[in-house]
């Protein structure tokens, strides 16, 4: 009879500390599963001299009953834990901080200016940058380009206040800004936004340019080549090739237009440039028996569209996914 209480007492004690669904099935189990203590108490009852069986026998289904109301009252507790625990999994906590949108990728025209600036910069050039609105003054005439120069309609740009303030056409005005403030030797990078009226596949009406100027006592074409390809070899890789085409520039003499050979698709033209005009040296108080220059102006877009086979320049300022598709087939 002693054992019988224990178990009572036992069952109590594992219930108590019983918080899930799973652990109670367990006790179930324990106690009064087929193998189970008060099953097998159940049992012993044939084996007893005929005389104890009755008590013995009432005494177990008390007991039998007594578990099976426990377990009942503990089953109650543990659904509702298990009830609050469900709800809690799927609680919002407001003050938890929100899920973090991944932040995309750099622009790549924009990645191309950092890399190009990267590599100037390596090589001794300090980035500089000139205003987007200029006057037509550094934009044109400082340059060497006079009103009645063709060359003027082939950079018609957004004229701001009359004829006074325009958007720059190029960079090259940074050139005259720079001298003007600094005497030789100058060793600049100016990247930048540039304006001009044209909007198709090729042709953006704002577009991106990085104006390299290096002044300074007997510089020759042989030092605009050096650092032309060194430039190509550091942004396109060893020993890039390129291709130096006489061109036409008013602000520059001689003047080349550079093409950078990619494998498979042939010459792109990246760059004009040229050796500083006397005539621009002259208008910033530079003798130009003197001193010498090169500059060279150069189109990051491009750059970005071969390198990334982009087809279309206007997907550059379309959104992020129409970059993505037309990159994708490519
Ligand atoms: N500014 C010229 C252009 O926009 C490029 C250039 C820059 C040419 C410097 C020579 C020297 O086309």
Known sequence: MEDLSGI?????????????????????????????????????????????????????????????????????????????????????????????????????????????????????FEVVEGPEVETVYYNFEALNTPAWHPSRDMQDTFYVRGEELLLRSHTSPVQVRVMEKRTPPIMVVSPGRVYRRDYDATHLPMFHQIEGLYVDRHVSVAHLKWTLMELASRVFGEKKRIRMRPSFFPFTEPSFEV????????????????????????????????????????????????????????????????????????
Request: aromatic share 6%.
């Open 8 to 124: 009572v007492d036992e069952l109590r004690e594992t219930l108590n500390s019983c918080n899930s669904l799973q652990e109670l099935n367990e006790i179930r189990a324990r106690f009064l599963g087929k193998k189970g203590k008060i099953t097998s108490l159940m049992k012993r009852i044939s084996s007893l001299p005929p005389q104890e069986r009755p008590a013995f026998g009432k005494r177990v289904n008390e007991l039998k009953a007594t578990a099976e109301s426990l377990i009942q009252q503990a089953q109650q507790r543990v659904n509702k834990l298990e009830a609050e625990r469900k709800l809690l999994e799927r609680a919002v906590d407001p003050t938890f901080p929100g899920p973090k949108r991944p932040v995309g990728s750099e622009h790549p025209s924009l990645k191309v200016i950092r890399e190009i600036l990267e590599a100037l910069v390596s090589m001794g």
């Open 259 to 330: 093409d950078v050979w990619f494998e498979g698709k042939g010459w792109f033209e990246i760059l004009g440039s040229g050796m500083v005009h006397p005539n621009v040296l002259k208008n910033v108080g530079c003798d130009p028996e003197e001193w010498s220059g090169f500059a060279f102006g150069l189109g990051p877009d491009r750059v970005a569209m071969i390198r990334y086979g982009i087809g279309d320049i206007r997907s550059l300022v379309r959104n992020e996914s129409s970059i993505y598709q037309v990159t994708k087939h490519l």
